[in-house]
């Protein structure tokens, strides 16, 4: 084939692609994406299945829900692609046929509430078909990926997204992409529902601010880092309280907002509230690295690398700002740009303050000394 009609065929290819994603139902596409999120909601469990390549799909499809769309604080997918017991599967095909394989397996699990999604490309495959109709009897939830003219899936689930091409390929292509983008919308939506959570503890926590919380908040999203935290002096001076994490979207828990940690325990603080001056850590170098136990308490272990940035109300040092990168140190380690840019947001932030307040180790922002 010449060159020219070689790049033409690519180009018709990427076309057709296109086409059909501009026609992909963005409100099927969201039902979906609800059923899945209301049988988390449920703990109720999720069947997929498919031939071919659209039991590759399947199997891709349970591990982005199983693992892609984990968010700490809620729980997570109970998924199982009917495709992998690849014993079990044979075992079926061979002693009561290849149109059983899957209806055979959901026959001992599926309850009423779970949800059981058909992928085939032709709409017509006998085990997926058979799957889905013992799936409904039980009172099950059916969705379907078709492609083709939808053949008789698209008719038999409550739900169907069908990708009307007559090429196989195309039709594989977009079913994964529609697993990929209600994976990651799901997993923008549990985020959603904790970073709202976690809002409105901040609000409720006796030793929390408001404000300190948002600044924690703005930095780790601006910066996208894996965590932000601020902590502030106490009164005497001989100790720090944290006043502001975070919501951690790849590691456990958030530190525990009010809690005191002596100046004592955290040299490297202690250093930049009596230095004024930013610190750059890197955990895998010697010279950067600071003590573990310094990091656990006040960002959370497992960091690589990160920065201690002053926090500065009414021209003095009141606290630290700490900001803590996830990633290897040699795969984004947390960079001096990174650095440069979160001192801008913290001297953004601390011309709001007109005093601080040290009884209550609050700020008081420019509207409310207004008001007062």
Same mark, same amino acid.
């Given at each position: 084939m010449a060159g020219g009609a070689m790049i033409d065929s690519i180009s018709q290819y990427l076309v057709e692609v296109q086409r059909l994603l501009d026609l992909a139902s963005r409100s099927e596409i969201a !039902?979906?994406?609800? +059923?899945? *999120?209301?049988? %988390?909601?449920?703990?109720?469990?999720?069947f997929i299945m498919g031939n $071919?390549?659209?039991?590759?799909?399947?199997?891709?499809?349970?591990c982005d829900l199983g693992k892609g769309a984990i968010v700490p604080g809620q729980? !997570?997918?109970?998924? +199982?692609? *009917?495709?992998? %017991?690849?014993?079990?599967?044979?075992?079926?095909?061979?002693?009561? $046929?290849?149109?059983?394989?899957?209806?055979?397996?959901?026959?001992g699990l599926v309850q009423a509430g779970d949800v059981v999604i058909g992928i085939s490309g032709s709409g017509n495959s006998a085990n997926v078909l058979n799957a889905i109709r013992l799936a409904r009897v039980r009172g099950a939830v059916t969705v379907g990926l078709a492609g083709f003219d939808g053949g008789r899936l698209k008719g038999l689930v409550d739900v169907c997204l069908h990708v009307p091409s007559f090429c196989m390929e195309q039709v594989e292509d977009l079913h994964l992409v529609l697993a990929h983008l209600m994976c990651t919308r799901i997993r923008r939506v549990l985020r959603d529902i904790v970073d709202a959570q976690w809002a409105l503890a901040w609000e409720m926590a006796e030793g929390g601010d408001r404000t300190i919380q948002t600044l924690a908040e703005r930095l780790a999203r601006t910066l996208r880092v894996t965590i932000a935290s601020a902590v502030t002096l106490d009164e005497a001076g001989a100790a720090v309280v944290i006043r502001g994490v975070s919501p951690i979207h790849s590691l456990g828990s958030p530190l525990r907002v009010g809690r005191r940690i002596l100046l004592d325990d955290a040299p490297a603080h202690r250093r930049v509230i009596q230095e004024g001056q930013a610190l750059l850590?890197?955990?895998?170098?010697?010279?950067l690295a600071i003590l573990p136990s310094e990091l656990e308490m006040t960002l959370t272990s497992g960091l690589k690398s990160g920065a201690l940035l002053p926090l500065k109300a009414a021209d003095e040092v009141v606290g630290v700002v700490g900001l803590g990168e996830r990633r290897a140190w040699d795969r984004s380690p947390f960079t001096e740009e990174q650095l440069q840019r979160g001192l801008a947001l913290v001297a953004e932030w601390a011309p709001t303050v007109t005093e601080w307040d040290a009884t209550a180790h609050r700020p008081v922002l420019t509207e409310q000394r207004a008001r007062s």
């Open positions: !039902r979906v994406i609800e +059923i899945l *999120l209301e049988a %988390n909601r449920a703990r109720c469990r999720v $071919g390549g659209s039991a590759a799909t399947a199997s891709h499809f349970a729980p !997570r997918f109970q998924v +199982i692609a *009917l495709t992998d %017991n690849v014993p079990l599967m044979t075992a079926w095909a061979n002693d009561t $046929g290849y149109e059983n394989i899957f209806a055979q397996q959901l026959a850590f890197r955990q895998h170098e010697r010279a």
